[in-house]
C-alpha cells in the first residue's frame, strides 16, 4: 500500500491547517485581544486541525503514527549542545537573510504590531502558545505525521528534506524560511535517527522558549525590528564555538542511536503511514 501522506496528500493537509488557521484568526480577532494572541492560537489550533484530518483519512494506531515511546536519557543529554548551536546559527541565518533581502515597509510594521510591548499575563500567554502548544502542535504534524509518509515514500533524506521545506514555508514569513528550513531539518533528522517525536518537540520547545526570553530580556532591537538587520552578527569565535557545539551534540545523538530506529510495522488495513524504512 502506498504510505500517506504523499507530497500532494501533504500540501493539501497544510492547505486545510492554514484555511482554519485563517478561519479562526477571522473569529479571534473580534475579541479583545493583544495583536498577537488571536495569530498564536489560531496557528495552534490549525496545525492540530490538520493534524486531525491526517490522522481521520488514515487512522493508524494513534501511538505509532505520532512516534510515541521510551526515550533514552543519552540522547536527553545531546540536546544542550545541538539546541545552543542551533539557537545561534539560526540568528546568524535570519540577519544574513534580512540583509541581503530587507523586508518592505508593511512587513516591518506588522512585525512591529506584533512584538509590541504587553502586560505580564499576556507575555506568559504568548510563551505558553509561541513556546510550547505551537511547538507541540507543530511537531506532532510535521515529524509525527507528514515526515512519516513522506519518508517512507521517497526515503529518508528526500523525505526529512521535503518535511523541512513545508515546515518552512507553513511558517509563511519568508525572512525566517532558511532558518526554519534549518531547524526542520535538524528536527527531522533527530527524530528520523532515534525513531521518536520527543526529542524534536523539546528542542523545538525550548528553541521557541530561548528565542522569546532572548527578545524580552536582552536590551536592544525588538524582534520585530528588522530595520537593524545588519546588527545581529555575532563575532566570529561565537559561531564558530556553536558550530563545534551542534556537531559534538549531534555526534553524541548519533552515537545514542547508531542506527535509525525502525517505527512498528502495522497490520493490514491498520494504517499506512505509520512507520520509517
Known amino acids: 500500500m502506498i504510505a500517506f501522506p504523499g507530497l500532494a496528500q501533504s500540501l493539501g493537509l497544510l492547505m486545510f491547517g492554514l484555511a482554519t488557521m485563517v478561519g479562526l484568526l477571522g473569529l479571534l480577532g473580534t475579541l479583545q485581544l493583544p495583536f498577537m494572541v488571536p495569530v498564536l492560537a489560531s496557528s ?48 546568524q541565518l535570519v540577519s544574513l537573510t534580512l540583509l541581503l533581502w530587507p523586508p518592505p ?3 516591518l510594521k506588522l512585525m512591529q504590531q506584533i512584538s509590541g510591548p504587553g502586560s505580564t499575563s499576556e507575555r506568559l500567554l504568548i510563551l505558553l502558545l509561541a513556546g510550547v502548544l505551537g511547538p507541540v502542535a507543530e511537531e506532532l504534524l510535521f515529524r509525527g505525521l507528514i515526515q512519516q509518509g513522506l519518508v517512507r515514500r521517497y526515503g529518508a533524506r528526500s523525505g526529512i528534506i521535503a518535511a523541512a521545506l513545508l515546515f518552512a514555508v507553513y511558517h509563511l514569513n519568508p525572512w525566517q524560511g532558511v532558518a526554519a528550513f534549518q531547524l526542520g531539518l535538524l528536527l527531522g533528522w533527530l527524530t528520523h535517527r532515534s525513531g521518536r517525536i520527543g526529542y524534536a518537540v523539546a528542542l523545538h520547545c525550548a528553541n521557541n522558549l530561548m528565542a522569546l526570553l532572548v527578545f524580552d ?35 553524541s545523538f548519533a552515537r545514542s542511536f547508531p542506527i535509525p530506529v525502525q517505527a512498528p510495522t502495522l497490520a493490514p488495513g491498520g494504517g499506512t503511514g505509520a512507520g520509517l524504512p
Do not use: E, K, Q
Not at 546588527?231 to 556537531?247: D, E, I, T, Y
Open 105 to 107: 515597509a508593511f512587513f
Open 217 to 251: 530580556l536582552v536590551p536592544g532591537p525588538a524582534p520585530g525590528d528588522m530595520t537593524a538587520a545588519g546588527s545581529g552578527f555575532l563575532p566570529p569565535v561565537v559561531v564558530l564555538v556553536s558550530f563545534v557545539a551542534l556537531a559534538w551534540g549531534l555526534y
Open 44 to 91: 495552534v489550533l490549525g496545525s492540530l486541525a490538520a493534524l486531525g484530518l491526517g490522522l481521520l483519512v488514515d487512522r493508524p494506531p494513534l501511538r505509532n503514527a505520532l512516534r510515541l515511546g521510551r526515550h533514552t536519557g543519552a540522547g536527553w543529554s545531546a540536546l544542550a549542545p545541538i539546541l545552543l548551536g542551533a539557537l545561534i546559527l539560526a540568528s
